[in-house]
């Protein structure tokens, strides 16, 4: 893998690129503001009533007299332009000649490059600014913002930063495709990423059908702001013509300004890159300078996609069709060889690129032989014995050719018949990896090494396993660096990208030994099972010795040749001490000492308990319940017959019988008092909810909380209509693992901090969620006080009717997460409770000493149990105070002496005495 150092330059360099039909402006014409500085486009003010609101809104002046800051210590012209309503903006007529896939059916401008340099002041920061509008009705959503945390973007794909009274140039280079569509954004001349490729949107929503509106959106999504040029150009350019154009210049947005700056967060974990189709953000995807651009770039491999003529030879391409990607038109299947080569497969994506040729999938091998590891995305069924004949015909070693034929087994035999040791990579892994014992074995004996997977689909605990089984895992397709950085985090071994240079940019600064433990070193509260991982040492590595112990230094654990480990279960609350040694051919290189506590026991966390045996009052902890809007009305307190209802294994349960809702303000408020932030946030992060729970049949969504106790979006834990539990953003259990009208514990478990959520049912987990990146007061993340009042959470309840009648026997919440055995000892649903039992514990004696103002209270003890104290004066479930716990080593009478008692005022006093598990 290559490394690069980035030096910083006062401008970026620059080429003379041929950038087609091109118009920008200047606003420096004080007779004719929004005449062109070069090119035909016009420029006007968007008026459709004909207001007259643009030059009585619009000023223009230059910075200085702004008060605004200068680009390059030098004065330009600026537009001042308001926050504009759906009939206000400003209008670009481009004039360009209809291009790309949208240009041949429908005469629009499907490929096309919008520069902007603009300044939004503090007082427009934190808001939503509308910049693109392709719809000259204006009445629909913009198809490019300023998100309202100053990334930039669409539908949920916000990247990069605008900073306040800063100036930034803007890029954003389309091309609008079905299917295949692709913009890239840079921020002055940095790459933040790309939306769109395999799969994508952007379709004609983002083509010119004639106009471009800009800062106006159909719902006054616009805030007022500072513009000093723009340029548009008929094509999208390249990466490097992008970041060629650096930062904003005075001269204009066409011309190249301060070179890019350097990127400031790099990856955790040193990942191979792959390139997507070749550098295919550089170069024409799966063309011959596209591959050969990735290796320049430092990529380990490339990816390309294979089809094949209809005489039999293999090509690179990804389409069905030519249209797209070349000059012609027509079925590439149906097209011969010599037909294929005669198409331009170059000037689509640039001028400079006119006359490349589709590559033979032979001239691709012979081109790659000794760079790296080609990676085939087979793209039809029939090319097994052409992909042998270019193999055997350019003498490309198969130990750097990977086939990927994701669950097709067949095929997979196919190939390894005609090639005996093909290296197959499967898809998406089956849920039965997690218990099947074979699973591994038996795909390696297909010749399998790994798998791709997409980076939303990515997890730890699978990337672990896989590892640990001698397997690669690769991902596809990232086009930003965010989601490279977050992806690395999730331990795999390859990332595919568009663009390359970007990714090997953000490689990790490697140390003469192992560095960048997780956990990190002195963390605390550790998951039970932790993964532990390391950026990788200099050096040609061969393996790592893992030493790990309670004592330091740490005695040897294992050796393995992944840069991570999964370990078995660990002792609660322990200090556990380790480090990595490197095995190179030169030798072994001892690593640094680390050290990491696990997190205690869940029983020492914050714990409510509610057995909701007709009132909503706790049996243990401070947490407060309260019926929602109109809920009390329609909920009723039961017990379960047996037969409509079934008894839970020991017998007969209260329960708490909610029915489907139709208003979002039903529900249950959850409210906590000394649950205080915790997992690195202002909010709860680590926790566990317990919930003995019903479902009658039919099965239905059904939700279990939902952290925004208004109740405005989506709960964030169901059962699912198919049987399921769950939550999209942190996946499904098996379908089929709940069953209705069958009592169920079912436990949801969560370190947000470390991005890893467990599933429960029955003691036995059914989902464990492993992700990347940090989920620390996300939308999981559960509100408390000081910083929100309550109430804070809301439960059973859901924002758009997905509600289910539900039975609740017990509801317990614990401010920490809990472990696999705490999960297994807690077990089935219980009409005794969960953590505490509400099965009578004799209370044997009672002692009142009138002049020490005190009461001891003696009961029968078990040994080896925790008992739970608590009073009240008047038997409402909310008064109920916890005066300590007890735990019963050999002796079978316990005792508790109460000292904060007034005989002279207290009427009445009550006592109860609670099990722990």
């Given at each position: 893998m290559k490394y690069f150092v980035f030096i910083p330059l006062i401008f970026a360099s620059y080429s003379n690129y041929s950038y087609g039909d091109k118009t920008t402006w200047t606003f420096d014409n004080p007779d004719g503001r929004f005449e062109a500085k070069s090119g035909t486009a016009e420029m006007d003010y968007y008026d459709p009533l004909s207001t007259g609101w643009g030059a009585n809104n619009t000023t223009f002046r230059n910075a200085a007299s702004f008060n605004l800051p200068l680009s390059m210590d030098k004065d330009m012209q600026v537009m001042s332009?308001?926050?504009?309503?759906?009939?206000?903006?400003?209008?670009?007529?481009?004039?360009?000649?209809?291009?790309?896939?949208y240009g041949e059916s429908d005469g629009s401008v499907s490929n096309y490059t919008l520069v902007m340099d603009v300044l939004f002041p503090t007082t427009s920061m934190n808001k939503w600014h509308a910049l693109v509008q392709t719809d000259l009705t204006n009445g629909s959503d913009s198809e490019l913002f300023i998100?309202?945390?100053?990334?930039?973007?669409?539908?949920?794909?916000?990247?990069?930063?605008?900073?306040?009274?800063?100036?930034?140039?803007?890029?954003?280079?389309?091309?609008?495709?079905?299917?295949?569509?692709?913009?890239?954004?840079?921020?002055?001349?940095?790459?933040?990423?790309?939306?769109?490729?395999?799969?994508s949107g952007l379709n004609d929503r983002w083509s010119i059908?004639?106009?471009?509106?800009?800062?106006?959106?159909?719902?006054?999504?616009?805030?007022?702001?500072?513009?000093?040029?723009?340029?548009?150009?008929?094509?999208?350019?390249?990466?490097?013509?992008?970041?060629?154009?650096?930062?904003?210049?005075?001269?204009?947005?066409?011309?190249?300004?301060?070179?890019?700056?350097?990127?400031?967060?790099?990856?955790?974990?040193?990942?191979?890159?792959?390139?997507?189709?070749?550098?295919?953000?550089?170069?024409p995807e799966n063309t011959l300078l596209s591959i050969r651009q990735a290796f320049l770039d430092g990529a380990a491999g490339t990816e390309i996609d294979t089809r094949m003529t209809s005489d039999g030879v293999v090509v690179?391409?990804?389409?069905?069709?030519?249209?797209?990607?070349?000059?012609?038109?027509?079925e590439i299947a149906l097209m011969t060889l010599e037909q294929v080569k005669s198409l331009d497969a170059g000037s689509w994506f640039s001028p400079a690129f006119t006359g490349t040729r589709v590559p033979t999938l032979e001239e691709v091998l012979t081109e790659s032989k000794g760079k790296g590891i080609i990676y085939l995305d087979i793209k039809t069924k029939d090319q097994a014995q052409g992909l042998a004949n270019a193999v055997n015909a350019s003498g490309f070693p198969l130990e750097d050719l990977w086939f990927w034929t994701p669950g097709n087994k067949p095929y997979a035999a196919e190939i390894r018949s005609l090639l005996p040791g093909a290296k197959i990579v499967w898809g998406t892994p089956d849920p039965s990896w997690r218990t099947d014992p074979n699973y591994f074995s038996d795909l390696r004996e297909i010749g399998v090494i790994g798998f791709s997977i997409g980076h939303g689909g990515v997890d730890l605990?699978?990337?672990?396993?896989?590892?640990?089984?001698?397997?690669?895992?690769?991902?596809?397709?990232?086009?930003?660096?965010?989601?490279?950085?977050?992806?690395?985090?999730?331990?795999?071994?390859?990332?595919?990208?568009?663009?390359?240079?970007?990714?090997?940019?953000?490689?990790?600064?490697?140390?003469?030994?192992?560095?960048?433990?997780?956990?990190?070193?002195?963390?605390?509260?550790?998951?039970?099972?932790?993964?532990?991982?390391?950026?990788?040492?200099?050096?040609?590595?061969?393996?790592?010795?893992?030493?790990?112990?309670?004592?330091?230094?740490?005695?040897?654990?294992?050796?393995t040749t992944a840069d991570m480990y999964r370990t078995d279960l660990l002792k609660?609350?322990?200090?556990?001490?380790?480090?990595?040694?490197?095995?190179?051919?030169?030798?072994?290189?001892?690593?640094?000492?680390?050290?990491?506590?696990?997190a205690k026991s869940a029983v020492n966390g914050n714990l409510t308990e509610w057995h909701l045996n007709g009132t909503l009052g706790s049996v243990a902890g401070d947490a407060v319940l309260n019926f929602n809007t109109s809920t009390a009305s329609i909920a009723k307190w039961q017990i379960s017959d047996g037969d409509t209802v079934p008894h839970m294994k020991n017998g007969p349960t209260n329960y708490l019988n909610l029915p489907t809702f139709d208003n979002p303000m039903q529900g249950i408020w959850l409210s906590f008092n000394s649950t205080q932030p915790n997992g690195g946030g202002e909010d709860i992060n680590q926790y566990t909810f317990v919930f003995d729970v019903l479902v009658p049949s039919p099965i239905g969504w059904t939700p279990f909380f939902?952290?925004?106790?208004?109740?405005?979006?989506?709960?964030?834990?169901?059962?699912?209509?198919?049987?399921?539990?769950?939550?999209?953003?942190?996946?499904?259990?098996?379908?089929?693992?709940?069953?209705?009208?069958?009592?169920?514990?079912?436990?949801?478990?969560?370190?947000?901090?470390?991005?890893?959520?467990?599933?429960?049912?029955?003691?036995?987990?059914?989902?464990?969620?492993?992700?990347?990146?940090?989920?620390?007061?996300?939308?999981?993340?559960?509100?408390?006080?000081?910083?929100?009042?309550?109430?804070?959470?809301?439960?059973?309840?859901?924002?758009?009717g997905e509600s289910h009648e539900i039975l609740v026997g017990a509801l317990a919440f614990v401010d920490t997460v809990i472990d696999e055995k705490t999960a297994a000892a807690l077990g089935e649903a219980d009409s005794e409770g969960i953590f505490f039992k509400t099965s009578p514990t004799p209370i044997t004696n009672i002692e009142a000493d009138l002049d020490a103002s005190t009461l001891t209270i003696k009961w029968d003890a078990q040994p080896g149990k925790l008992y739970t104290i608590s009073a009240s004066n008047t038997l409402n479930g909310n008064d109920w105070e916890e005066l300590g716990k007890r735990y019963a080593l050999k002796e079978m009478t316990g005792a508790f002496t109460d000292t904060q008692i007034n005989f002279s005022q207290t009427k009445k006093r009550f006592y109860r005495i609670q099990e722990t598990k």
């Open positions: 332009f308001p926050a504009c309503t759906n009939e206000q903006g400003y209008q670009i007529k481009p004039k360009f000649e209809p291009n790309g896939p998100h309202w945390r100053n990334g930039i973007g669409i539908n949920n794909n916000y990247r990069g930063l605008i900073k306040p009274n800063t100036w930034h140039r803007i890029i954003w280079s389309v091309r609008a495709a079905p299917k295949e569509g692709q913009a890239q954004r840079y921020i002055d001349g940095q790459a933040i990423g790309a939306i769109g490729t395999t799969g059908v004639s106009d471009l509106l800009l800062f106006t959106d159909e719902n006054g999504e616009t805030t007022s702001g500072y513009v000093s040029s723009i340029s548009i150009i008929d094509r999208k350019l390249t990466h490097d013509e992008a970041v060629a154009l650096g930062g904003v210049n005075p001269k204009g947005a066409d011309v190249p300004g301060p070179a890019a700056p350097p990127y400031n967060k790099f990856m955790s974990r040193v990942v191979n890159t792959l390139g997507h189709r070749g550098s295919s953000a550089c170069a690179a391409f990804h389409d069905d069709t030519v249209d797209r990607t070349t000059d012609g038109v027509g605990n699978f990337t672990a396993a896989a590892k640990a089984e001698g397997m690669i895992v690769e991902v596809f397709t990232v086009l930003d660096p965010d989601t490279m950085i977050a992806v690395a985090e999730s331990g795999v071994d390859y990332i595919e990208t568009d663009i390359p240079i970007v990714m090997e940019m953000l490689q990790p600064p490697r140390e003469s030994q192992a560095s960048k433990p997780q956990p990190m070193n002195e963390a605390t509260d550790v998951f039970g099972n932790p993964l532990l991982s390391w950026t990788l040492a200099m050096g040609d590595i061969q393996s790592h010795k893992i030493h790990l112990g309670t004592t330091n230094p740490p005695p040897f654990f294992v050796e609660a609350g322990t200090t556990y001490f380790w480090r990595v040694d490197t095995v190179t051919k030169n030798g072994t290189v001892q690593g640094k000492v680390w050290q990491f506590t696990t939902n952290a925004t106790p208004n109740n405005t979006d989506d709960a964030d834990f169901f059962v699912k209509n198919n049987s399921s539990v769950g939550i999209g953003r942190l996946g499904y259990s098996d379908s089929g693992t709940f069953q209705a009208d069958t009592w169920h514990r079912v436990i949801f478990t969560a370190d947000l901090q470390s991005s890893r959520v467990n599933y429960y049912i029955d003691g036995k987990r059914v989902h464990e969620f492993q992700g990347f990146g940090n989920l620390t007061d996300s939308r999981f993340a559960l509100p408390t006080p000081p910083w929100r009042t309550a109430p804070h959470v809301i439960l059973f309840n859901d924002n758009d």
